[in-house]
């Protein structure tokens, strides 16, 4: 499909952001998946909510690691910094990147066989460090680029394109961040921009590492009957009890009289997370409530989508590491390289 | 919304925006297309089919598609359409053998047609392939009408207008020059099986103000009489100084012949601001750029005769309020001239129609005619062109034409004229493999090219010398490539949806939208780029397999780029050539040859 160009059309009638640009302006190359991949509606997708964020794009950075998923952040953005890994070590590479500068707005892509099996330690320590970076795992429970074995995310008894069905445990990003003490917890489904745009925008608010696992039809390997990660199964099977709305610092809100019980959520920045809806009793901040809410839709063979779990009041990467407050590369150079009589004294400090 | 009806012909019709908009239907990105792939002749059959006269057209049409091109929605300036057309026809070989044959043996049916303008030329290019025997009358000695006597020929050389005309008359017309028809009862009389008028609007609009019919008379002149002298070469000189009164297309000729004919200093007055002069933007264009001077604001209040010689025209300067609604009178001037053209308009008049005839006529002493079937209130006789509902042009009356050979022909058949064939469509995919189409989709940003006219210097040489030199090889390459193809359509096929967003995602202008069903105006608040031209249709689906939505496209923004197509995975969207089947007089005797899908030129002679 490396043929096909998405020519700029400069139709009049595009709107523009608060910085003056159009959605055109967030697209990057046009994709070389399979035409009707889910990945391809997540690239959508944050294109959209970057573009609605006004971010400016030099102020992004997107990393990934190997797989399908990994080739997209060239799909979006094309104006923002960006790190192809090696397989698996996204989370480092974010990591030292949030070290060196952390005035950037993160984006890591992932897919299952990226963070699941081989980069599934990574991706641990990177939610215990709470890394400030937005960390999307693009699920599809097959490895589609070597022709769509199982992945460690696929449900028992999902059955593959030939029709063997798998017989191991599901490992749940979700349920995983949860006992990791992860401190922004969404799932949602590639082929729901109306709710997977407004959390990757509260995720871009979000102090702290936000994992979003989003159901991504694999459309070559994945989309048959029996499979339990399909356009279709998704349709039939997601719950959307959860909603969620992100208000943005800049605009005013208005409360009307029948909202004043739903919970809210001030990011640190301002802006505001709104929870709509919620199954009655379910707590966004209770780590125990939400593992158990998401256990028993599970259990019903439902798949809970939505913001599931927030906790805006955790300490992320740099209050935890006490790092410089700006990015070094705005440190004066002999702060930053004091020279070798300020490193034998400091050596000889621990004599 | 209820799902579109996509096999209605018009839903389609009315997605070319530039064949909508064209009174007679034209195929404009057909034979664009054709001329693309240096199909010429091609091209010309396809344009000839629905107007005639292409070559005379891609010169003198008022383009009314090109407004309406979607181009202009993209990078603000249309498609050339009007200059491609002229391509086509300056670049075509020998067409005889693709000709319609006409019949030996006729069907012994007679038409006669009053005036061998436009309108009546069509009626005959129509019926004389049917084996109808037509006599045309015609008050010159030459035909065209006011393509002839009205087009100056530094705007249409009388060679492209000769060759367009000959072609019908070649048909065997029996064309009866220099005779003016004085009495309709007289021609009812000789028993035609028929009558068709299109005789123009012949008469200019008078300006009765003080000093018209004094000593200076002869140096007054009625715009369309003039020009109709300057044609025939009965008036080949003019004054230093001349005054155009009216910005009309007619003015502009005007203004422009006197600028060849010996004027110097040339003044189009207007009595109204610029944004509501009737003369077409490049008519105006061209005029300036021969030095031609246009004042606005100015209202006619006399003619100065001094010593029983023209001398100057007296003018109110008026300030008009928004809107040019109210004027104020600001001063009064004297703008002196040695010529005055009254160029005002021009109206019809028929002192040859008996009023006992039991012809119905109307306001304004204008016949009573049927907008569908161009028929008069007396069965068989047929009105046409800018005789039937005033001055329009030369595209109209060619559409007129069409439509009046339709009702002759069921007339003379003995069919309600009411009864009018059905438009037809044909529709099939363009699809040739993966990321491959028959049509180029990708979008090309050339800017529309300009059109060169002849050196200024020697511009005024003569009277014939054209203007416009029409496009390069190089320029009719770059331009056709500017067309969007809106007549390959983004066909959808709800049952094999999966919903997967790839279509919306990819789409260059966000026309596309999967949601919830609603009514028209509250649905094109939900979509995807915003609505801005609620005359386009929205397609609407029928409901989605999975979740019951709606696949919603707006097809005021769509490109027709084919993007959707070739990222969707189950060819629920597909590209398909739409062809509008117009029925014509002609259907109904002979075969059509289908120009626009024939391969080879041999093909169709055979």
């Known amino acids: 499909m490396t043929s096909i160009v998405k020519p700029i059309i400069p139709l009049a009638s595009l709107p523009m952001n608060e910085i003056g640009l159009t959605i055109r302006d967030y697209e990057g190359a046009v994709s070389t998946l399979c035409a009707g991949c889910g990945h391809d509606s997540v690239t959508a997708a944050i294109t959209h909510a970057f573009w609605e964020l006004s971010t400016p794009p030099h102020t992004i950075a997107k990393l990934s690691g190997i797989g399908c998923s990994s080739k997209t952040p060239t799909y979006f953005v094309r104006g923002a910094h960006g790190f192809n890994s090696a397989h698996g070590r996204m989370a480092t590479i974010a990591t030292g990147a949030n070290a060196a500068n952390r005035e950037l707005t993160y984006i890591g892509i992932s897919g299952d066989g990226d963070s699941l099996s081989i980069g599934i330690g990574h991706l641990a320590h990177a939610i215990r460090r709470n890394v400030n970076m937005i960390y999307v795992i693009e699920n599809n429970g097959v490895y589609g680029l070597t022709k769509g074995q199982f992945s460690a995310s696929a449900d028992i008894g999902s059955r593959l394109k030939k029709g063997e069905p798998n017989a191991m445990a599901p490992i749940d990003p979700v349920l995983l961040g949860l006992s990791m003490g992860a401190t922004f917890l969404a799932r949602s489904f590639s082929g729901d921009k109306a709710q997977l745009v407004p959390i990757l925008k509260a995720a871009a608010a979000h102090n702290g590492l936000a994992l979003i696992d989003v159901i991504s039809p694999c459309v070559t390997f994945n989309d048959h009957e029996g499979s339990t990660k399909s356009y279709r199964f998704m349709r039939e099977h997601e719950v959307k009890e959860i909603q969620t709305d992100f208000i943005p610092i800049r605009k005013e809100i208005h409360k009307s009289l029948n909202e004043n019980d739903a919970t809210e959520i001030t990011m640190h920045d301002g802006s505001v997370v709104r929870f709509r809806s919620v199954p009655s009793g379910y707590d966004p901040y209770d780590r125990q409530k939400v593992e158990e809410y998401i256990r028993e839709r599970r259990s019903r063979g439902e798949i809970a989508t939505g913001l599931l779990y927030v906790d805006e009041s955790a300490l992320d990467v740099h209050e935890l590491n006490n790092t410089p407050d700006y990015a070094l590369n705005t440190v004066p150079y002999q702060k930053l390289c004091p020279g070798s009589a300020e490193l034998a004294k400091m050596m000889m400090s621990f004599r | 919304m209820e799902p579109t009806n996509d096999r209605d012909p018009n839903y389609y019709h009315k997605v070319v925006d530039c064949q909508w908009a064209c009174p007679a239907h034209t195929d404009v990105p057909g034979y664009i297309r054709l001329i693309a792939q240096g199909r010429f002749d091609d091209a010309y059959m396809l344009n000839r089919e629905s107007n005639v006269f292409p070559g005379v057209l891609g010169r003198t049409c008022d383009r009314p598609c090109e407004p309406a091109c979607r181009r202009t929605r993209v990078d603000g300036s249309p498609v050339a359409i009007c200059r491609l057309k002229r391509v086509a026809a300056d670049l075509k070989g020998d067409i005889s053998d693709r000709l319609p044959e006409i019949p030996e043996k006729k069907n012994s049916k007679r038409v006669a047609c009053i005036g061998a303008g436009p309108s009546a030329l069509t009626v005959a290019n129509d019926l004389m392939p049917l084996g109808y025997e037509v006599v045309m009358f015609e008050q010159f000695d030459k035909p065209g009408g006011l393509m002839r006597s009205n087009i100056p020929e530094f705007r249409l050389p009388a060679k492209v207008l000769d060759e367009e005309t000959q072609v019908i008359l070649d048909m065997g017309v029996d064309i009866r020059y220099n005779s003016p028809i004085t009495s309709l009862k007289a021609l009812l009389d000789e028993r035609f099986d028929a009558i068709f008028v299109g005789v123009g609007a012949p008469r200019a609009k008078g300006l009765e103000l003080p000093g018209r019919h004094d000593e200076g008379e002869t140096n007054i002149h009625s715009g369309i009489d003039w020009l109709e002298s300057v044609a025939f070469g009965h008036v080949d000189t003019i004054g230093e100084r001349v005054l155009i009164i009216g910005v009309g297309n007619t003015a502009m000729d005007c203004c422009r012949s006197s600028r060849r004919l010996g004027g110097k200093a040339i003044k189009v007055m207007a009595r109204r601001p610029r944004e509501y002069f009737k003369a077409s933007p490049w008519e105006l264009e061209d005029a300036e750029e021969e030095g031609v001077e246009i004042i606005v604001n100015h209202a006619p209040k006399r003619f100065v005769v001094e010593n029983g010689k023209l001398v100057g025209m007296e003018f109110d300067a008026l300030e008009w309020d928004e809107g040019a609604v109210h004027s104020t009178v600001l001063d009064t001037v004297i703008v002196p001239c040695d010529d005055v053209i009254l160029a005002i308009g021009q109206e019809n008049a028929f002192p040859w129609i008996e009023r006992d005839l039991g012809m119905e006529f109307g306001e304004w002493d204008m016949p009573v005619v049927d907008q569908v079937t161009f028929q008069s209130t007396l069965p068989g006789v047929f009105f046409g062109g800018d005789a039937a509902f005033g001055p329009k042009n030369i595209i109209w009356a060619v559409a007129h034409g069409h439509q009046a050979a339709l009702s002759i022909h069921a007339h003379c058949s003995g069919e309600p004229v009411e009864v009018r064939p059905a438009l037809g469509m044909e529709i099939s995919s363009t699809k040739m493999g993966m990321n491959e189409w028959s049509y180029h989709n990708d979008y090309n940003p050339s800017p529309r090219q300009k059109m060169t006219h002849i050196e200024l210097s020697k511009r005024f040489e003569s009277l014939e010398l054209e203007v416009e030199l029409g496009f390069s090889a190089e320029q009719a390459a770059r331009e056709v490539q500017r067309c969007l193809n809106c007549d390959v359509q ?48 929205l397609y609407v689906s029928a409901g989605l397999p999975q979740t019951g939505r709606v696949m919603v496209k707006d097809e005021n923004v769509c490109v027709h780029c084919g993007l959707c197509a070739e990222r969707c995975p189950t060819a629920a969207w597909d590209m398909e050539e739409f062809e509008l089947q117009i029925p014509y007089a002609a259907d109904s005797g002979i075969l059509r040859i289908p120009v626009r899908r024939a391969k080879t030129k041999t093909e169709v002679g055979s």
């Not at chain 2, 096929?493 to 919830?516: G, N, R, Y």
């Open chain 2, 490 to 537: 983004t066909t959808f096929k709800a049952p094999l949806c999966i919903e997967c967003d790839a279509c919306i995602d990819i789409c260059p202008v966000q026309c596309l939208t999967i949601t919830e069903n609603g009514d028209d105006a509250e649905l094109r608040e939900r979509l995807s780029a915003p609505s801005v031209n609620p005359k386009q249709s």
